[in-house]
């Protein structure tokens, strides 16, 4: 619908992209993904795999959070507003020095090859052409079925961040960030909410977790300090390692071999990764060495109560991210969005406040932004748009995301994002008087 150039967009976005649907439909075109969310998440759905929808689309327990992150937008209603000028409105906000085309970044997801038919080349370069196009930040998972250094290829001069997970080996951590500086990371966002994997019992009851099959571990498969600890494991050059299967080997066994193969990873790699992913030793003075040691603005990811926030500056945070890994970690916890004011106040305008878990649509984008943050991470939307039509979907998905932004800002009486506030939401006590 529009081209990036540097930070330029239509002046009009919404009805852009609202028109140019309309326009096609006279000619029998429907759009590229379904457009209502309700639509593109079951036609995702129907196209996964029954693993790949257990990953992507399941969450903890119950699911109760991944309700509640949904459940709690309807709280806060958005108000009218009539008689404002708004033929002039801006999507365009700036995050660590960088300007950007508008408040939203792609977030991390991992083993993205799960989303698709074709493997790892149909996954993140698909995204990361999709993401130049619009010039929208894309957050590369540390959890990619691709390295970080292809992906950064394909995007260009386009805006990264890199998502860290951190590695219970201090060398591996290490190199990921070196690796993430020299890729052209504009920031690092530290995921520190999944020390421990949650209980997912979609995933159970497959038995199936996709790294212990080799896929989503390419970042480390690609990683000097990994392979390294992967050959001191063998006893052996890793690359050279083969996979001995067992005598009298299972159909199922053969195929999760030939699964690690494909993804160019061995038994040994698989292991290995299993042992060093996650660190349950992490407390603050972490964060403080990893401040020291690299010049990337670091955003701490998956904080939900304002101490949290408060320390996480205190000790070299340069930003928050309002997030519970998307119903992904904690049965009926609280709900994202109702953690965000508070998290918001408690870092009172001190670092760039990010928020995601439960955002669908340019209106859920707007009351983000109404409660306090500066930018939201659009998460399994794009994913759906992936898996319907690759490059083009994950396109059509953010367009039509930002397209109601836009729409909402301009029925709302809003000119620009940095006007967004709490009096744009009813029950608010502060009047709006524009």
Known sequence: MWEHHAVTQPRDVGRTVQSAVYRSGVYGHRPVVPVHPDALEDAARRRMTA?????????????????????AFTRHRVVPRLMVDVAE??????????????PLLLAPVGALELAVRGGPAAAEPAVARAARELGVPVVISSQSSTALETTATTLGDSPRWFQLYWSKDDDVAA????????????ALVVTLDTH???????????????????????????????????????????????????QRPTLAAVRALLTMRRHGATRTDVETFLD???????????????????????????????????????????GIVVSNHG??????????????????????????????????????VFVALALGADAVLLGR???????????????????????????????????????????????HDRPVDR
């Open 175 to 186: 190199s990921f960030v070196q690796r993430a500086e020299a890729a052209g990371a504009d």
């Open 381 to 427: 939307p794009w994913v759906y748009g992936l898996t319907l039509a690759g490059q083009a979907g994950v396109r059509a998905v953010v367009e039509n995301v930002l397209a109601e932004l836009d729409l909402t800002m301009a029925l709302a009486g809003v000119r620009s994002v940095a006007e967004i506030g709490p009096a744009n939401l009813h029950g």
């Open 327 to 364: 119903g992904r970690q904690i049965d009926n916890a609280v709900a994202s969005l109702d953690a965000l004011p508070a998290v918001a106040a408690a870092v009172d305008g001190r670092a760039p406040v990010l928020f995601d878990s439960g955002i669908r649509t340019g209106a859920d």
């Open 196 to 246: 421990v994997l949650g209980w997912r019992p979609r995933d159970l009851d497959l038995a199936y977790l996709p790294f212990a099959r080799g896929e989503g571990i390419a970042q480390y498969t690609s990683d000097p300090a990994f392979r390294r600890l992967a050959a001191a494991r063998a006893g052996g050059p890793a690359s050279t390692v083969d996979d001995v299967a067992p």
């Open 89 to 102: 409105r801006s999507l365009t906000t700036t995050l660590f020095g960088r300007e950007l085309p508008a």
């Open 51 to 71: 693993r790949g929808w257990a990953y992507i689309g399941g969450g903890a327990g119950l699911e109760r959070t991944l309700a509640a992150n949904r459940e």
């Open 276 to 318: 060093v992913f996650s660190r349950t030793t992490l407390t603050w003075a972490d964060l403080r060495h990893l401040r020291e040691t690299t010049t990337l603005p670091i955003v701490v990811k998956g904080v939900q109560h304002p101490d949290d926030a408060r320390r996480a500056l205190d000790h070299g945070a340069d």
